[in-house]
């Protein structure tokens, strides 16, 4: 993949808004069953001006949407790229790999993808997780608990897996 290739090139405009006094540009988040949801995620082979705004966009997007955790393909862009943020600060990874994962735990999760609805989902306790920040450094993450399930589930969507096929035990809220 060339790098001409990172452009964006989202046929969905962001619209800016106002949260909290700043203005933010938000997109619109796409629903299953979308098929760019099902799609295997393109690897960002560079991190120009352009892949940066995009992941700056998909944090405000996650904020106005009160999401805890956003991956690209969910406002339509097939890159691997994801933002978490569990209220301790935001992480933005590109090209994410979970390199180790241990044990299994049962908890709840939903995703803004799906409205609405929420599932039980096993998952690994702890994970280790190596991607690139915003400025192209390699970044290694150690989580565990739900930040480990947070990364587990937007990690998840860059290979069009969604949590609904993991899930045990389906549920409307
Ligand atoms: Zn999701």
């Not at 299994?104 to 939903?110: A, F, I, N, Q, Y």
């Not at 409205?115 to 915003?134: C, H, M, T």
Request: charge should be neutral; aromatic fraction near 6%; hydrophobic fraction near 40%.
């Amino acid at each position: 993949m060339g790098s001409r290739r990172c452009e964006v090139t989202s046929n969905i405009p962001p619209r800016t808004s106002q949260l909290g006094g700043m203005t933010l540009a938000v997109y619109q988040i796409v629903t299953y069953p979308e098929p760019v949801l099902r799609e295997k995620a393109k690897e960002i082979t560079k991190i120009t001006p352009n892949i940066q705004r995009l992941i700056e966009n998909m944090a405000d997007t996650m904020y106005a949407s009160g999401g805890i955790g956003l991956a690209a393909p969910q406002i339509g862009i097939s890159k691997r790229a994801v933002v978490v943020d569990l209220g301790d600060g935001l992480i933005v990874l590109i090209n994410p790999e979970i390199t180790k994962s241990e044990g299994r735990e049962r908890g709840k999760e939903g995703c803004l993808s799906f409205p609405d609805i929420w599932g039980e989902v096993e998952r690994a306790v702890s994970v280790k997780v190596r991607g690139f920040n915003l400025k192209g450094e390699e970044v290694f993450i150690s989580a565990e608990g739900f930040l480990a399930r947070a990364l587990q589930h937007e990690i998840d969507h860059l290979d069009g897996i969604v949590f609904i096929d993991r899930a045990i035990k389906i549920y409307r809220d």
